[in-house]
């Protein structure tokens, strides 16, 4: 197997920055080196050094562009891909009139295996290498994409969307029984096979009946090393609706708790209005909510606190296609914005952990994916940080690396995407 030398700026962090702060986890080497071999990184290091002791190794000077582990995208629905950008509307309207209808067009398994590999294209394209998406309620919808990131080497997480009660539209309703039966069957052939992790995932509260929730907590008790996924707390108007559907609940993260979907592996997208309670659980449980910025401005539902961070695990994520992005840039650049509104800007190296380790952590597949550092796979991006004569201009007289890279952050999109790795390969 080849052994390769990836030449350019380097950066890699040893910790997480909000909890240690930036500037005592970041490592950055102007001109620096990545080793890889047999799929994995090697070593981490300065470029003359290892280049002196990798003589046998093939080079790839990519000069003065950053090379990076490769994206991670927390929170996603592959199924939504084609209503990305539409109009108008806030959650419950949104999802009934543009995305429900969208899912029932993935009844047709060849829908759903293009649609499948045109969102993996397009992640990559966007220098993302893992996504954890949601898929629709049809068993296939699964298969679909686990087949997709396999074909492409990348590691997945994914899931069979259950909803089984009448808030959800006829043609994409289950049962509690079909949906423990078939995610349960899915798990057996995708949970740990290749770079596959199964994700059981009830797709909130008031798409399913408590009965449902049961089964889906029973279902996680039975496969603990499983990933859990929903949504908590995105809009007023949905917990509103949470505290009519389940009125002897606490708060709506009770609707999950008392039904055995509260756990340390559990990941609750949006998370923006959490009372005391659920950031008090969430952290004792070690459970990860998820940033979705551009939806979370997008469809208009409000602004995520930022300092849960450094507290609980927090990924980042697009939410495409309530996200307006498929761009993990754009969504930093979104979480700055929104960090900005909330008096907490976030620092370049805090974005970039978000990014790549945060949303890693919070997959539970922290040192596999998202991190520059010895022993993990070797997903990287490559960002040209001059990509555009907007970006280049203003990067011209930049003297730190985060002067160099924020603007591109802010600025940059699928054209400053310059290479992307997956296990070790070069994508293209
Ligand atoms: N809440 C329940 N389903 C969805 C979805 O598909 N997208 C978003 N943004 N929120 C949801
Ligand atoms: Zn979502």
Known sequence: MTTHLLLGQTLSFTGDPFAEGWEAVTRHERRGAVLVEGGRIAVVGAAEDLRA????????????ALISAGFVDAHMHYPQTGIIASWGKRLIDWLNTYTFP?????????????????????????????VASFCTIHAHSADSLFEAAGARGMA?????????RDTAPEGLRDTAQAAYDESKALIARWHGTGRATYAITPRFSPTSTPEQLDALGALWAEHPDCLMQTHLSEQLDEIAWVRSLYPGARDYLDTYESHGLLGPRGLYGHAIYLEPREIDRLTEVGAAVVHCPTSNTFIGSGLFDIRLA??????????????????????????????????????PA???????????????MAGEIGRLGAGAAADLVVLDLASTPAIAQRTDRAESVWDQLFPTIMMGDDRAVRDVWIAGRRHG
């Open 310 to 347: 450094g507290r609980m695990r927090v990924g980042l994520a697009t939410d495409t296609g309530g996200g307006s992005s498929f761009s993990m840039l754009r969504t930093m650049a979104a979480a700055y914005e929104i960090g900005q509104l909330r008096g907490r800007p976030l620092h």
């Open 53 to 64: 002791r990798h003589r046998e190794a093939e080079v790839t000077d990519y000069g003065d």
């Open 102 to 130: 969208e899912e029932m067009r993935l009844a047709d398994p060849a829908c759903a295996a293009e649609i499948a590999g045109r969102t993996l294209d397009l992640a990559l394209a966007h220098g993302t290498t893992t």
């Open 156 to 164: 997945v997480v994914a899931g069979r969307t259950c909803m089984d």
């Open 350 to 364: 805090e974005l970039m952990w978000l990014a790549t380790e945060g949303s890693a952590a919070a997959l539970h």
